[in-house]
């Protein structure tokens, strides 16, 4: 989508909804390792706000439909507890993450959904109260800079 917003290309817009059509297809987005469900929100949430000119109406409907169906209520069930996680009140980098992907998607359908997504920003800000002691003492998140980098500095096999 950023590809659109720098070039204004449908070419950009068209395989984006390409895609998003296939994650349309799955039966949900994993809700129950709900770093999936916050990751396909987020592209969403993205595509349906940075995409809004180029889609027609159909196609808003389609992406505001899939992002609130398979995404925002399941987070929503999350959040009031109607289904059992544990990151809604968790201090750990999921809050962070999850609860960030449901205010990216809760914005993107603002206009349409103003009550339904203005009840899911109030409760992911209030959630995200939970990890900010992470920051503590000086700003720097307690797994430190290098928390993402681990993951891909480990020696090759070949090493």
């Given at each position: ?13 068209d ?7 296939s ?12 770093l ?54 968790h ?9 960030g ?12 959904e ?11 800000l ?8 992470g ?12 928390y ?12």
């Amino acid at each position: 989508m950023m590809a659109y917003q720098l070039t204004l290309d449908k070419k950009y817009t068209d395989r984006a909804y390409f895609e998003l059509e296939s994650g349309a297809e799955f039966p949900d987005w994993n809700p129950k390792h709900f770093l999936d469900t916050a990751d396909m929100i987020s592209a969403y949430g993205l595509a349906y706000d940075w995409g809004y000119d180029a889609w027609t109406q159909e196609q808003r409907e389609f992406i505001r439909n899939t992002l609130k169906e398979k995404g925002l209520m399941a987070a929503y069930n999350s959040i009031y507890g109607i289904d059992q996680v544990y990151w809604t009140a968790h201090r750990h980098n999921w809050n962070a993450v999850c609860n960030g992907a449901i205010g990216i998607g809760a914005m993107a359908i603002m206009d349409d959904e103003p009550e339904f997504a203005s009840d899911l920003i109030e409760k992911t800000l209030r959630g995200m109260e939970y990890m900010l002691d992470g920051f503590a003492p000086d700003g720097g998140w307690r797994e430190g800079t290098s928390y993402c980098c681990l993951l891909y500095t480990s020696p090759s096999p070949r090493d």
